[in-house]
Each structure stands twice: as structure tokens, then as C-alpha cells.
């Protein structure tokens, strides 16, 4: 089942285009206007301190908090990291596909392998929008060990992030190469 989403790479890539440029959308058109242009804590990719995350909260406000909260974190945010997870297992899976070692793998092996290169990325994702979403909905939560714990979250995400796009780009490199 798994080796059937390689098949929908591109179904895949374009709706999770579509949904990033929509999250991204949201957030300079409108969820910067309610924290006074300050970013989202989610797009801090080198994390933030305490007094950073805390004037960020501050500046949206209870109204803003909610505001975020619903359009972003109950929404945006509950979907992105399982489309994101899936379009990053089947392009691993697609790319994996034009080298010969890697279809040597019984599918099991194969999406395994995506598996693991994928899922502590998503784990951390949906971990740090638990912990922003927290916060947001209830201010009090807020204190300087759970924003560093939030930010910590952030970098962690992007990192574990880094590691299949990475080996999603050597293996179109090494399958490029193959074929030249």
C-alpha cells in the first residue's frame, strides 16, 4: 500500500503546494496585521527566546491567540504534517525507485525506510504545534520554560525536516546520474 503513494508524487507535491501557499497566504496577509508584524512563532526556523515568544503572544492578544488558534493550528496546521509526511515518503519512495539498490529492497525494506526518514519529523511537528497551540490557548501556560521547550521544537522540526529532503535530493542525484 505504502509503494502506491509513489505513484501520486505529484497528486501529492501540488496539494501540499497549494496548502503551504495558502498557510503562508494567511499568515503575511493577515496574522501578521494581529501581532503588529511580528512572524508566527513556526516560521522562527533558529528558534526564539522567551521574551520573543511572549511578545508575540502578547502582541495578538486574547482575540489574535484565538484567531490563530482556530485558522491555524485547528486547521492549517492538523493537516500540513501529514500531507507533508506523505508527499515527502512517496517522493522518497518515486526517487528511491530509479536506483537499482533501493528496488533491490522488498517494498517492505523500501517503505521502512521512508518511514523512519520521515515520521520523527512529523512526531516534532505535531509535538510543537501541541505546545504553541497550548499556550495560545491559554496564556497562563505560557512561561519561559515552555516557549524555550516550543522553540526547541522548531528548530528540532526543521532539522528532522532537513534529513528526507536531503536524501530525496541525493537520490534524484544519484538517479540523474545513473541515466547520464
Not at 492578544?61 to 512517496?90: K, Q
Not at 512526531?123 to 501556560?141: G, I, K, P
Request: hydrophobic share 60%; proline share 3%.
Amino acid at each position: 500500500m505504502m509503494l502506491r503513494l509513489s505513484r501520486h508524487a505529484a497528486a501529492l507535491c501540488f496539494v501540499c503546494v497549494a496548502v503551504f501557499v495558502a498557510m503562508t497566504a494567511m499568515e503575511f496577509l493577515y496574522f501578521r496585521q494581529l501581532s503588529s508584524g511580528l512572524p508566527s512563532l513556526d516560521l522562527r526556523f533558529a528558534g526564539f527566546t522567551p521574551d520573543e515568544g511572549m511578545a508575540w503572544l502578547t502582541a495578538l492578544g486574547r482575540r489574535g491567540s484565538e484567531i490563530i488558534l482556530v485558522w491555524h493550528y485547528l486547521t492549517f496546521d492538523l493537516l500540513f504534517p501529514a500531507l507533508l509526511s506523505l508527499t515527502l515518503v512517496s517522493l522518497i519512495l518515486a526517487a528511491g525507485r530509479r536506483l537499482k539498490n533501493f528496488r533491490a529492497l522488498s517494498a517492505q525494506l523500501q517503505s521502512l525506510f521512508a518511514l523512519v526518514l520521515v515520521l520523527p519529523y512529523t512526531l516534532a511537528d505535531y509535538a510543537q504545534n501541541f505546545a504553541v497551540a497550548r499556550m495560545l490557548s491559554d496564556f497562563l501556560s505560557a512561561n519561559p520554560d515552555s516557549l524555550s521547550l516550543a522553540s526547541a521544537l522548531i528548530v528540532t522540526k526543521f532539522a528532522l525536516l532537513a534529513i528526507p529532503v536531503t536524501v530525496i535530493a541525493a537520490f534524484q542525484l544519484m538517479g540523474q546520474r545513473r541515466r547520464a
